[in-house]
């Protein structure tokens, strides 16, 4: 990692500012049914920001533990490890505990410790809206649809409408009942440095209770002339301290392309 960080004037910027991207795969269902999807992705994506919002809505407070992982394939071969403890309130606080630590000390404190900052600024609002996946800031195409015995599944292109750093380019997962991402895969629609060639990103959701909750982050980061740094975040230990009831689809108002 050393290379990434010192030499050549390589910092870890460059690697934290595409790894926020990410902070920010399905089960195998057996036989499934490819049929015309009923919905448009405007119509999918409608319903995916009425079910967040009633979600976040009802979310108050959980605590989690994740682990850090990176391996840089560099000039200079660097690994660390990290688990952290994370307690989140509603609607903007969250906090990180190290309950472990080990590998290169500039790996942790350059980018994984930057990285929970990173998400820290993330909370608020104004960097909320810049992120979301939200019809404001994607475009959206359905170019799958799978349907079994109590499952559907969407599976959107998301193309961003502006090139600025919270956004990405790539495919999207919704479960059909709940209305909830599921996963994604992609780049950053903004490449931030001359040094990064391409970084690749796999982000899954697990349901807990009402909720879906990060699950795990994977990325590859190709980095010229040095190597590779591969990135992953594991995300259990979910415990809902406090919550109110999720409102279902129905009770909730409609989009208005649709009254």
């Known amino acids: ?29 057996g036989q499934q049914a490819k049929v015309s999807a009923p919905l448009s992705a405007d119509q999918v994506m409608q319903r995916v920001a009425a079910m967040n919002e009633a979600r976040a809505k009802a979310l108050e407070s959980y605590s ?4 850090y992982r990176l391996e840089c394939h560099c000039l200079s071969h660097k690994k660390a490890d990290m688990v952290v403890r994370t307690d ?43 992120s979301a996946i939200t019809l404001e800031n994607y475009t959206f195409n359905v170019v799958e649809y799978q349907s079994t015995q109590g499952s559907e599944s969407y599976v959107l292109e998301a193309e961003p409408k502006a090139e600025n750093k919270f956004l990405f380019r790539g495919k999207v997962w919704v479960d059909g009942r709940d209305f909830a991402i599921t996963r994604i895969e992609g780049q950053p629609a903004v490449n931030p440095s001359w040094w990064t060639l391409r970084t690749d990103f796999k982000r899954s959701y697990q349901k807990v209770g009402e909720f879906w909750l990060p699950e795990l982050n994977e990325s590859e980061t190709k980095v010229r002339m040095f190597g590779t740094a591969d990135l992953c975040i594991e995300y259990g230990k979910y415990e809902i301290i406090r919550a109110g009831a999720v409102d279902s689809l129905s009770s909730l108002q409609k989009p208005s392309s649709e009254e």
């Open 1 to 29: 990692m050393t290379v990434l960080i010192h030499r050549k004037k390589i910092n870890a910027r460059s690697l934290v500012s595409i790894l926020t991207v990410l902070m920010a795969g399905l089960p195998v269902l």
């Open 64 to 67: 989690s533990v994740r682990s």
């Open 88 to 130: 989140y309130h509603a609607p903007d606080k969250k906090s990180f505990t190290i309950v472990s630590e080990d590998g290169s000390g500039t790996v942790r404190s350059k980018v994984f410790k930057k990285l929970m900052e990173a998400e820290q600024e993330s909370m608020r609002e104004d960097n909320q809206q810049r």
